[in-house]
């Protein structure tokens, strides 16, 4: 069995670029992304926003360019995460003591004073509010279709690699695709001037069906898909809207619509290679990366409430159940 290709940039590297230097760009320069690289560095880092959310990037996902894992994230993964927080804790321990410390510039309040010689205002007649008729509340597809947008479905094939344009008018979509090749498949994102977004929708070899997102994770706007393949293809690009609603089982690639409570989401995974489940709720930085291992699985992650879309990345069968 051929394992998934490793990027030869390290993630020790990328991490402490993008922790340490990363208002600079230093973290995209190293990884190459040039382009973006110069646009964080102009901003300090899309003043501190850009850099938060490339070191979250870093630490979730740990890939390259090209979508590739980075060497060593898998052994110091942990390792990265554990000083990161330790950090980011002593930091705010130490701004809240001295925050506490701090004297104090304002001053007691000061009780009103209150002539006793002025008579009370007489009470106003209590007026009945108006019954206001409670309105149903939003479906979550109504709420994929306000968060991401709408579109109609679009449906295309070939053979061989190939460009698709994405339709306009969302800024986020479920692609289902399929190929009957032997050698690699890939599906990746595209900006206007053909530079990547930083999505790899697709990277397998030979035969492929399954269901993936783009836009959750761009860092540009998403113009077209651009595919590579030995075989014939197809791909069917529709609404997040358009999704099922979350399954207890399944196998592949899927993307799906939950609207329960916030709670418990327990998982397994038969397959050999990366299994990941991402929970995408619409609000700004949230990452929402429930699991990302190799292999086999079995495990339970929190779960935040919907309405949200659950995207599972997998090779092997796999079982979802959401309490």
């Known amino acids: ?53 490339d070191l979250i990037l870093v630490l979730a996902q740990g890939r390259d360019k090209q979508g590739l894992r980075l060497a060593g994230y898998d052994q110091y993964k942990k390792i990265a995460w554990i000083v990161t927080g330790a950090v980011t804790v002593l930091s705010m ?55 991401f947008g709408t579109f109609e479905v679009v449906t295309q094939a070939g053979a061989g690699d190939n460009l698709v344009t994405l339709p306009a008018g969302a800024t986020a979509g479920i692609v289902t695709a399929t190929h009957d090749g032997t050698r690699n498949f890939a599906v990746s994102v595209l900006d206007a001037s053909n530079a990547s977004t ?15 997102q783009y836009g959750f994770n761009s860092f540009g706007e998403d113009t ?17 809207s358009a999704a099922p609603a979350l399954v207890a089982s399944g196998a592949g690639d899927g993307v799906y619509l939950f609207d329960g ?29 429930l699991v990302n291992e190799i292999g086999a699985y079995s495990g339970t992650v929190p779960l935040s409430s919907g ?10 069968n796999w079982t979802l159940l959401a309490e």
């Open 198 to 212: 930083g999505q790899l929708l697709v990277n397998t070899i030979g035969a492929y069906s399954g269901t993936t």
């Open 307 to 316: 309405p949200s879309a659950i995207v599972v990345s997998a090779d092997g």
């Open 93 to 147: 321990i130490v701004s809240g003591v001295n925050a506490s410390n701090a004297p104090s510039d304002i001053p007691a309040a000061v009780a009103p004073v209150v002539d006793s010689a002025v008579e009370p205002a007489a009470e106003e007649p209590v007026v009945e509010e108006p019954v206001v008729e409670a309105v149903p509340e939003d479906t979550v597809q109504s709420w994929a279709d306000d968060a």
């Open 1 to 53: 069995m051929i394992g998934p290709a490793v990027s030869p940039k390290s993630f020790v590297a990328t991490w402490l670029f993008a922790w340490l230097l990363g208002v600079f760009g230093v973290d995209r320069f190293y990884l190459g992304k040039i382009g973006s690289g110069i646009a964080k560095l102009l901003t300090f880092g899309g003043l501190g926003i850009w850099w938060l959310v």
């Open 224 to 240: 077209t898909l651009q595919i590579t393949a030995d075989g014939n293809w197809s791909l069917t690009i529709a609404p997040i």
């Open 261 to 289: 409570s916030a709670g418990k989401l327990t998982a397994t995974h038969d397959g050999a290679r990366n299994f990941s489940i991402i929970e995408e709720t619409g609000e700004a930085f949230n990452m929402g990366l």
